[in-house]
C-alpha cells in the first residue's frame, strides 16, 4: 500500500494561516459560510508515518487501526486506509463507514461493551476482529460462531492499573465499565479457563484510557496485559495468545506546535515496562485516534459581534457547543488554543487583549475560551480553534437545530505557488454542511401530522 511521507514543508500553524487565508479568499469561510472545519492531509500522512516509523525496529507483525470515533469521516477513513491503516470499529454506524472507506475487513477491529447478537453474527461473517467485552460476550460468542469464520476474538481486560486526570476519559480504573477487571477475586483464573475453554480465543486487549492517562500509566497497563498474555500461554502449554491489542490514548499537547509524547516515546516506554513485548513472538494491533488527527485539523469562524458585558469584552463567533461540545463543557479538561484571524484570513497581530470567546448557541455557558489574550476581534474577523482534528467533527451536538458544519481537507504540498509567489492550498470536500431540509427531516418532519391523529380529537 502506498504509504507517502510528504516532503519537509511548512511548520503546521503556518499550514493553518495558508489554509485560513485560502479558504477565506474562496469563500469556504465566510458570510454565508461562518464555521467550517478543516483537515491538514499532509499532517494526517506525516502522523501516521511517524507512528509506522516507531515500530519499524521491532520483528513483531503490527496492525495500526485508526479508532473510528475520532474522525468518522468516510474521506478521512479512505486516506487513512491509503496509508496503510486499518480500522477499530464500536458501532453498526462506524463498521459501516469503515467498509465504506475500503478498508478490508481483516483490518477492522470491533470493540464495543455491548454488542448484540446480529452485531457479533455480521462481524463474525465478514471476518472483522472481535474483542470480546467481557466473558458473558466469549460465551455468546461461542454460540454464534460458524466454524469457517477467520475473525481473530480476543477479549479486553482491565488492568485497572487506575485514572488518569480525566474521569471521563480513564478506562483502566477499579470500576470501569470495561473489560473484564482482572484484579476483582477469581478474575484471573476465569479469564485464564475461558481461553482453555476456546481454542479460538487467541488475542488480548487493553485500552487503558484516552487524553489524560500518562505514557507510564499506559505502558503499566500493557505490561500487565502482556504478563497475562505470558501465564496463559504458560499455563495451557501452548502459544495460544497469538496476538495483543494495545488499544491507544496517547495523550496529545493542546498547549502548543509540539507534538509530545511522540509515537517513538510511546514505544520506548512500552518496551521499558515489556521489553518481551516486542520480540515477535507476539502480532501487535494499536487502535490510536485522538494521536494521529487532533494536531491536523482546525475550525475556523466567523466573529459575528463583538460586545462588552461587565467589564469583559466578548466575541460572539459561530464555533460554539455546536462543534466543541466537550471544550464548552468542560473548559479545564479540553482547553483550546485560539488564533485571530482578519477580515482577509490574516493573521492579526496587535496589543493582547482579554476576551471571551463565545459561541452562538443560546445558553450562557457557550463559550469555548474565557478571558483568553488575543489581538483585539472585531465584526468580520475570524478566530480558530488549533488542534481540533480528532473529535470536534464526529461528534457535533445539535442543540439549537444547528446544522452539522462543512469539513474541508486541503493539502499545501501538491499545490504549488500563485502568480504572487504565495503558496497556493488545494481544498476538497470532506462532508458538506447540513441542509436545513436535513435538520428538519432529522426533526421529525415526515410526521408532522403524526400527534394530530392519535388521541380524543381523532377521527377515523
Ligand atoms: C476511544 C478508543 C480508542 C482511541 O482512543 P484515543 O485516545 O483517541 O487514541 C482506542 N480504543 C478504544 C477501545 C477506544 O474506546
Known sequence: MPLTTPAPGPS??????AAVRHAVGTGLLGEGRPVAGFIDTDGVRASVAALHDAFTDTPATV???????AASLVPVLRLLADCGMGCEVASPGELRLALDAGFAPSTIV???PAKTRNEIRQALAL????NADGLDEVRRIASLRPRSSVSVIGLRINPQVGGGSISAMSTATPTSKFGVALHDPGARESVVRAFSEHSWLTRLHAHVGSQGCSLDLIATGVAETYRLAEEINETLGARQVTSIDLGGGLPVNFEDDSVRPTFSAYVAALRAAAPGLFDGRYGL???FGRSLLAKNG????????TKDAGSRRIALTHAGAQIATRTVFMPDSWP???GAFDAEGRPKDGPPLVQDIA?????????????????ELREGDFVVLYDTGAYYFSTPWSYNSLPRPAVYGFSTTGAGSDSSGEETVRFAPVRDAQSLESIAEESGAGHADSLLGIGPHHTE
Open 63 to 69: 496492525l495500526h487501526t485508526f479508532a473510528a470515533k
Open 298 to 305: 482546525f475550525i475556523g469562524a466567523l466573529v459575528e459581534y
Open 359 to 375: 459561541g452562538p448557541c443560546c445558553f450562557a455557558g457557550d463559550v469555548v475560551a474565557h478571558a483568553r489574550e488575543l489581538p
Open 336 to 338: 483550546l488554543r485560539v
Open 285 to 287: 494491533v494499536t487502535e
Open 127 to 130: 471476518g472483522v476482529a472481535l
Open 12 to 17: 503546521s500553524s503556518a499550514r493553518v494561516a
Open 110 to 112: 470491533l470493540d464495543s
